[in-house]
């Protein structure tokens, strides 16, 4: 199948790390993620994020494709990271390095659009053509007041 890109759009608190993980909780619990046909559990029937990460048969079957598979959340820039994934032993977000950021966005407080904007480029940014396992994120504003968390990355087999 090969890994998938995906993006979201999550509502923004001051603790990230919280906010993407409560997030990533109400997906498991919808079921909003892909399960291999694989023999034994698809983690359809678990309900805890702990309990799908620990299905073998799941993550050796590639993942869910989606925000899921990350299992990591850092709240600082991880240097080198984008240019070594390997410097994560599991797959893992860290915020936009902030050279990357003024880089393309050149300061100020980007909104949605901007961001969609970025990541839909043809070629993509450098930092949005992510190695598998690996995920970013940076706030969007509304008016300089903060009110998303954009996150994305690739995963999968």
């Not at 915020?95 to 407080?109: A, C, M, Y």
């Amino acid at each position: 199948m090969g890994s998938s890109s995906w993006t979201y759009f999550i509502p923004y608190r001051s603790d990230v790390a919280s906010a993407i993980r409560d997030y990533q909780q109400e997906m498991f619990l919808a079921g909003e993620y892909y399960t291999p046909s694989v023999d034994g559990p698809d983690g359809r029937g678990m309900t805890t994020l702990a309990e799908l990460w620990a299905n073998e048969d799941l993550t050796d079957a590639g993942g869910t494709h989606s925000l899921l598979d990350i299992r990591r959340i850092h709240t600082d820039v991880q240097p080198g990271l984008l240019d070594d994934p390997s410097l994560s032993p599991e797959p893992c977000l860290a915020p936009l390095p902030d050279d990357r950021r003024q880089e393309v966005l050149g300061g100020g407080s980007p909104d949605r659009a901007v961001v969609r904007g970025l990541l839909a480029r043809r070629p993509p940014p450098p930092w949005a053509g992510l190695p598998r396992g690996i995920g970013l994120y940076l706030i969007t504003y509304d008016a300089d007041m903060p009110v998303e968390i954009a996150v994305w990355g690739r995963s999968g087999d």
